[in-house]
């Protein structure tokens, strides 16, 4: 018995004497380690929990106007939440975001653990860890540039068609996916059947609800408490059943498709063949081929991924980009007095904008860049993780903590943006009088270091041209019997990882007969003055076959495709400029009008 004893004691003094090893060891680390960031003490066990994920209500806060709040409370632009263990950073301000997530990217480019987005709904091959996949995708996308301005600049009507879309619906809200989808489509894949691009954007509306739910770390508990994916019957398990297999099909079937092109040699020149060609793949599909190489393989996952997310990324910050813009400018109509008066003066009525305009027309950029800054469509953005132990500004930052930049707050800083809850566009024009001009939003509203959201420079590009487009020739209105209330950037739009205005009505009128005109046709209604007795002068891509057709044919002749005017014309609408006439002969002496 007392050998037992004896045993017991012993057994249990050396545990002790581990355990008081242990405490000193911990107490010795912790003395000496830096404090965390400030922020909410929360509960005993879960932590702050309810500060750290979403939940559902008409009452409720969003993340970021909540973290926003925290930093103001605690008067820190670094605040820190901790859930059983599990810490969240918060950076409020640019001068964090800078420091920590673009000059220490390489220590902050991983990303933390979304339970409910990898491993339940499936979209593991999307956020990879920063691999060379990462690299790839980062640089193939800057393709997406002068593949959008060489689609936008194809003939007019084409453009054109995008303003007529919204009178034909009346406004009708899924047509923005369907026109976003359709560029989208055409430039990752090369499809151009209405089919296909119906398919495929009603496949990409189901599985982007589920990235927009699931992408901010902690919009389900199970993020935080990962065993709960084996409970069976939870509701986020159930929404997971309805996702995953969209998630699944989105990447999948598109490259099928265009593998079976490619196969057949019918594939246009897209962001997925360039990218084929670049690493001298396109023969893969060659069905004759016995075997392929493996490392070919590998590299046919990584293109098609690549694919894949600018697929899906494009498709909705576009979306939302350009819903949120019409939204604006139905608010404010001394904005669209003052758009409307510079494309009236650097355009005119006879033409659409095109890229080659953009220069020449800052108030219409300046009203895009107050669009994403008033109202970010990525509040948050991707969340990052960090992968050791760090210090920034005598605060501890441990190792796997999560880390978000909140840009919501950056683009709402006082010390950035005067008067940052006034919708102004005039703030980002340059002044004689002040030289200081505030920061591009594009610099915090898409993210941050290597996680920067890839489908950026579609939402943009594709938003400028349409949005320009649609100003030129509109009036853009609230209902007239809608009252005059200001739009609220929280209450009116919908909280997710990209941000969209609810629903919403507005009234989109033709400015003058002319004006429809040319929305439905893509050329004016304006009688073309002659150079000489005969001669006529046609505005850019109005070629010989246009105006050579239907009740005129016959009153023209001369060459298919004429050669500029050289020299100073001194008519309009484009007065000297001769890029923009050719000349045709006359055989009448009727007037043409250009329909």
């Not at 933390?112 to 690299?135: A, C, I």
């Not at 159930?238 to 099928?256: L, T």
């Not at 860049?369 to 930052?397: C, K, N, Q, S």
């Not at 002319?514 to 007795?533: D, F, V």
């Amino acid at each position: 018995m007392r050998t037992d004893t004896s045993i017991f004691l012993t057994g249990f003094g050396a545990f002790l004497f581990a355990v008081c090893c242990l405490y000193i060891s911990l107490l010795r680390r912790f003395k000496n380690r830096p404090l965390l960031p400030p922020g909410p003490r929360g509960y005993p066990i879960i932590g702050d929990l309810f500060n750290a994920i979403s939940y559902a209500g008409e009452a409720s806060v969003p993340l970021w106007e909540r973290y926003l709040d925290m930093g103001q409370k605690y008067n820190s632009d670094v605040i820190h939440i901790d859930v059983l263990g599990d810490h969240t950073i918060i950076l409020n301000s640019a001068r964090a975001t800078t420091e920590l997530l673009e000059k220490r990217s390489g220590l902050y480019s991983d990303r933390p653990g979304m339970y409910m987005m990898t491993d339940l709904v499936g979209w593991h091959w999307d956020f990879s860890n920063f691999t060379e996949e990462l690299f790839i995708k980062i640089s193939s996308l800057e393709q997406y540039r002068p593949i959008i301005h060489s689609f936008s600049n194809q003939p007019r009507v084409r453009r054109a068609q995008f303003i007529v879309n919204f009178l034909i619906t009346n406004f009708y809200f899924p047509w923005y996916e369907s026109h976003a989808g359709s560029i989208i489509l055409r430039l990752v894949y090369g499809m151009t059947t209405q089919s296909e691009l119906n398919t495929f954007v009603e496949l990409a509306s189901l599985a982007t609800e589920s990235a927009i739910a699931t992408m901010n770390h902690g919009s389900f508990i199970v993020d935080y408490f990962p065993l709960l994916k084996y409970v069976p019957g939870a509701s986020f398990k159930r929404k997971a059943n309805v996702w995953a297999p969209a998630v699944a099909e989105v990447i999948n079937a598109p490259w099928e498709k265009l593998k079976a092109s490619v196969a057949s040699g019918t594939a246009l020149s897209c962001f997925a063949t360039k990218n084929l060609e670049k690493f001298n793949l396109m023969t893969i599909f060659d069905t004759d081929l016995v075997e392929t190489d493996e490392v070919d393989l590998d590299m046919e996952k990584v293109i098609k991924n690549c694919a894949g997310i600018a697929y899906f990324a494009g498709l909705d910050t576009t979306k939302a980009l350009i819903m949120t813009s019409i939204l604006a400018i139905s608010h404010h109509p001394e904005v669209l007095a003052k758009a409307q008066k510079e494309l009236d003066a650097v355009v005119g009525p006879s033409r659409l904008p095109n890229f080659s305009d953009r220069t020449n027309l800052p108030y219409v950029e300046a009203f895009i860049r107050e669009v994403e800054r008033m109202y970010p469509i990525t509040p948050l953005a991707v969340a990052h993780r960090v992968m050791a132990d760090d210090i920034y500004e005598g605060y501890f930052i441990p190792k796997d903590a999560t880390v978000v930049g909140n840009a919501w707050a950056i683009l709402h800083s006082e010390e950035l943006y005067k008067d940052p809850l006034k919708f102004n566009p005039d703030r980002f024009i340059q002044d004689d009088k002040d030289s200081s001009v505030p920061p591009n939003p594009e610099l915090y509203a898409f993210g941050f270091g290597r996680r920067i959201c890839p489908g950026r420079y579609l939402a943009l590009e594709s938003t400028w041209i349409l949005i320009a487009c649609l100003l030129a020739t509109c009036d853009i209105t609230r209902p007239l019997e809608e009252d005059v209330r200001e739009l609220d950037p929280v209450l009116d739009f919908v909280d997710g990882m990209t941000v969209h205005p609810k629903p919403y009505d507005c009234r989109i009128v033709p400015r003058s007969a002319a004006a429809l005109n040319l929305m439905k046709t893509g050329y004016s209604a304006e009688i073309h003055k002659c150079a000489s007795k005969h001669r006529v002068l046609l505005n850019e891509r109005e070629t010989y076959e246009n105006v050579n057709s239907g009740k005129r044919k016959g009153c023209i002749k001369g060459e298919s495709n004429p050669r500029r005017v050289e020299g100073p014309t001194g008519y309009g609408p484009h007065g000297n400029d001769p890029g923009y006439h050719y000349p045709i002969d006359a055989t009448s002496n009727q007037s043409l009008k250009l329909y």
